[in-house]
Structure formats: structure tokens, C-alpha cells
């Protein structure tokens, strides 16, 4: 088990965000994120950021005044004594240990049980339940790699700027073309990852769909919690010891 959320009497409060595809086109998403952090965030002990945080990941040696100005903003929060922990998304996959570290933030295994007051909970990205969607899940493969990884961090950024722009275009064209249950969840996945872990409760993202599900594993009723994106809205699950609550506020309440 981990014990990354082993807690002390500074603030019986942790946040769960993902899928904020910050990117510099939207300047509205990370102007809300940015006032998050300033505002929300440090009422928290715990800041788990599961996955997307970015609309793509170039590299880490990317050092472009919009990463330098994300990256400064999360280690101001890791700095005032808040714990920041990141799983990989399918559209940041490539972050890597330099960008953890110069923003405060630890990297986590893509699946991670973790001890939530008491509880064992499981949390993740959440792409890897998406068991329908064959052609992204090859693709995930390919590009999880060493091989492929190792020969797009060797092209010139530029290059690498152009493929992401390219990929993104792409899956957009064919996200478009998929059917719904293709996107969301397999359930029997679900299942088989909460029993994997012996847990009654987990927490993703990627779907784009903030929701509680019931479910049953381990032969007990479960629960599957979904986060919120920021495409319209800033989202986060609000966890005390007592109660887990999905939130969300309109990019101008969150902004003032």
C-alpha cells in the first residue's frame, strides 16, 4: 500500500483533480487553474492530479514561458507544505522526473492504492478501462515503449510540437467517429481492478463524464467515482474524513 497519504492535523481535506488539458489556446482554463491553486488548493493537505493535466506533453525539456509559468504556480502550492501527486494521462504520458521536481510534485504508478483516511482507495487515469476502444489501447502500447519513447524525446522540439499538434487533430477526428460505450468504461474492468487491489472504491478520470457509480466487487458494494474535466468549469472531488463530494465552479467565480 502507499503511503503517500498518510495524514497529519494540518487540514483533514485532500483534492482529486484531472482532465484539465491546459494549453495555451485556453487561456480561460488556465487562468481558473491558476486561481485554484492560488485560492482552493492550499486549503488541502493533498493534491492528487490524475492524469491530462496537459493537452500534450512535449517533454520535459520544453521551456516555454506557459510550462515555466504552470510549473513555478504548482511548486508555489508544493511550497507552502501541500502534497502534490501526478499520474500520467493519455495526453502527458511523456511528463517525466525533471518536471516533477522542479514543480514539487511526486509521479505516482499509473495504478495507485493509496490509504484515504483510513480507507484503502484506488485511483488512476483511467484510459486503461477503456478496454473497447481497441485501437487507442494499441496505440497506448506502442507508445508506453521504451523504443518509442527513446526516438520521439530524440527529435528537435519543433518536430515534436508538430506530432502533437497532428495527434491531436487526429484523435479528435476519431473520438468523433466512436460510439459512446466505446469511450466510456468496460465494467468488468472496473470490477477486476477493484478486487486486484481488494478495494471498494475508485477514482478516475479521462472519460470527461463526473459521476458516482455504484458497483459491486469483492463481493460488496463499490464505488466508482469519475472526475470532472475543466473544459466549461473548474472540477475537483473534495474528500474530508467524513463525506467525497464532486465540485465544480464557473471560470469567473473561481477567477475572482
Keep these: 500500500m502507499s503511503d503517500t497519504s498518510q495524514m497529519t492535523d494540518k487540514s483533514a481535506l485532500t483534492y482529486f483533480i484531472a482532465d484539465l488539458h491546459l494549453a495555451q ?5 488556465t487562468a481558473c487553474f491558476l486561481a485554484f491553486l492560488k485560492d482552493e488548493a492550499p486549503k488541502a493537505q493533498t493534491l492528487y492530479i490524475l492524469g491530462d493535466l496537459f493537452e500534450y506533453w512535449i517533454g520535459d525539456d520544453d521551456d516555454s514561458p506557459f510550462i515555466l509559468e504552470i510549473s513555478q504556480a504548482i511548486k508555489a502550492l508544493s511550497s507552502i507544505g501541500c502534497k ?7 495526453r502527458d504520458f511523456l511528463l517525466g522526473k525533471r518536471f516533477a521536481k522542479q514543480s514539487g510534485m511526486e509521479l505516482l504508478p499509473e495504478i495507485t492504492l493509496i490509504d484515504l483516511y ?4 484506488v485511483i488512476m487515469h483511467g484510459d486503461t ?6 485501437g487507442y489501447q494499441a496505440f497506448r502500447k506502442k507508445s508506453r515503449s521504451w523504443w518509442w519513447q527513446a526516438i520521439i524525446k530524440s527529435l528537435p522540439l519543433f518536430i515534436r510540437r508538430k506530432i ?4 491531436r487533430d487526429q484523435s479528435a477526428t476519431a473520438t468523433a467517429m466512436k460510439s459512446q460505450e466505446i469511450m466510456d468504461v468496460t465494467p468488468i474492468e472496473v470490477v477486476r481492478c477493484l478486487e486486484q487491489y481488494q478495494s471498494q472504491i475508485l477514482i478516475h478520470g479521462h472519460t470527461h ?3 458516482v457509480h455504484d458497483v459491486k466487487a469483492n463481493n460488496q458494494q463499490a464505488q466508482r467515482i469519475v472526475l470532472g474535466d475543466w473544459y466549461e468549469q473548474g472540477a475537483w472531488l473534495k474528500v474530508t474524513p467524513e463525506s467525497m463530494d464532486l465540485m465544480d465552479s464557473p471560470f469567473e467565480l473561481i477567477e475572482k
Excluded: E, M, Q, S
Design 25 to 29: 489556446n485556453r487561456p480561460d482554463i
Design 84 to 90: 502534490i501527486y501526478f499520474i500520467h494521462g493519455n
Design 118 to 121: 483510513g480507507t484503502p482507495v
Design 129 to 134: 478501462l477503456c478496454t473497447l476502444d481497441v
Design 164 to 167: 502533437a499538434n497532428n495527434y
Design 209 to 211: 463524464r463526473p459521476a
